[in-house]
Structure formats: C-alpha cells, structure tokens
C-alpha cells in the first residue's frame, strides 16, 4: 500500500505559484501518481496525472523526481476560485480499497 | 453533456430507519463507484461496479450496506436500520473503463453527493 502524506493546509495569495508536496516513499514501480481537487459541497474533480518527470496540462503541473517517492503539485497564479481540497493517490491497480484519498490539503487563496 | 446526478441532494432519516441513494452515472461509463465522506476527511471507497456487478464491494462497512446496478446504468445505495455513525456525503462517481481512480487513464467523475444525516 503505497500511503501518501501531504500538508494538511496551505495559505496563499492570488496571483502566486503554489506548490503542494505529497510523499509517497512505498510507490510500486506500476504506480501513477494522481491528483483531484475538490470545491465546498461538491465532488473531487480530477486534475492531473503523471507517472515520472513532469506532466503539464492547462490546470497544473506535476513534478516528479527519479525516485518517485515524492510528487509536487504546482498551480501556477493562483486566484480565490482555486481555494479548495487537493488529494494525492497512489494506488495498487486491482484493489480498490488500497485507494486512499486521505485528508488532502485544504488550500485557501486570499485577496 | 450531463454529468454525474445524484438524489436526493439532501437526506434526513431517523435512526433505524431504512433509505436509498440513487445514482445516475455518465452515459456509456461502465465503471461506478460509491465513496462516503465524513467531515473533514476524504472520500472513503465503498463498492464498484463494472457493469452490473460489482466488481469489488470490499469497502461496504457492514452488512447493512447494500448497493445494486440492475441495468448496468442507475444505481441505487440502500442503508438498512441507519445509525447516527451513517451520518455522511455519500459520493458516486463513474468512468469510462473502471479500476482504481489513481489508475492510468482512468479518470473517475463523480457527482455532488447526497448528505445523509441520521438523528
């Protein structure tokens, strides 16, 4: 079972870039590392998928070191819209209960 | 096109009462999945099914919890003799092909949720 830890909360300010690291030091060499987001009242949306290196898309990136044993979650310029819930998966394909959203990182944006 | 619905948006039973979460996936997505999520907390998997079976139920936490896929389409939660512990959003989600959401190219969707709240 691959178990992520990521920070609980994170504060920033409009415009800025920010980074959310997850841990993930038990990763299978078959593993993806993935990322949803999560608004107040509403559920996870995927954002971002990657399996080594770097992953861009028009959301996000995903960095990830040649080890594996981490990810980071960047959001370029952020604005108070991307204040939300963001979780880490790494799951074991073939068992569901293995996939794990956690508590996430509670990221608030403010003015 | 439509996304994931559920119904009822919101649930208030009495203990030991019996309810039923519908689900109604994206059309054409094989793979639905049930989560519950308590306050503060991620989702929680529960059952999945591929089709009208389900693939793995592993994550139901007792044997009051019971879900079913007739069609292999809508999907309905049932929660037998609730307890104020039931007390959650309950989450579906669908995909097009199944397996874990952290699986490649497996994008799961999910709907609002239903929160359930037991007195």
């Known amino acids: 079972l691959a178990k992520t830890t990521q920070p609980i909360s994170m504060d920033s300010y409009e415009g800025q870039e920010v980074n959310i690291t997850c841990s993930h030091n038990n990763i299978a060499t078959n593993d993806y590392i993935t990322w949803y987001q999560q608004f107040p009242s509403q559920g996870p949306r995927f954002i971002i998928q990657?399996?080594?290196t770097k992953v861009t898309n028009e959301v996000a990136s995903l960095f990830i070191p040649a080890d594996r044993k981490s990810s980071t979650l960047s959001l370029p310029r952020v604005s108070l819209s991307d204040t939300a819930v963001y979780y880490c998966l790494v799951g074991r394909k073939g068992n569901n209960n293995d996939m794990r959203f956690g508590a996430g990182t509670r990221l608030t944006v403010k003015p | 096109g439509a996304g994931v619905s559920q119904t009822p948006s919101n649930k208030v039973t009495e203990k030991g009462k019996y309810v039923e979460l519908r689900c109604d996936p994206i059309?054409?997505?094989?793979?639905l999945y049930w989560y519950r999520q308590s306050l503060g907390q991620g989702p929680e998997f529960l059952i999945y099914?591929?089709?009208?079976?389900?693939?793995?139920d592993s994550g139901l936490p007792n044997d009051r919890f019971f879900a079913v896929r007739p069609e292999g389409s809508v999907s309905t939660l049932k929660i037998q003799r609730t307890e104020r512990g039931d007390s959650a959003v309950y989450l579906c989600?669908?995909?097009?092909?199944?397996?874990?959401?952290?699986?490649?190219?497996?994008?799961?969707?999910f709907g609002p949720g239903t929160r359930l709240t037991v007195l």
């Open positions: 059309s054409g997505h094989t793979a």
């Open positions: 990657g399996y080594k």
């Open positions: 989600a669908s995909s097009p092909q199944g397996g874990l959401a952290s699986d490649p190219n497996n994008e799961q969707f």
């Open positions: 099914f591929q089709g009208t079976g389900a693939a793995d």
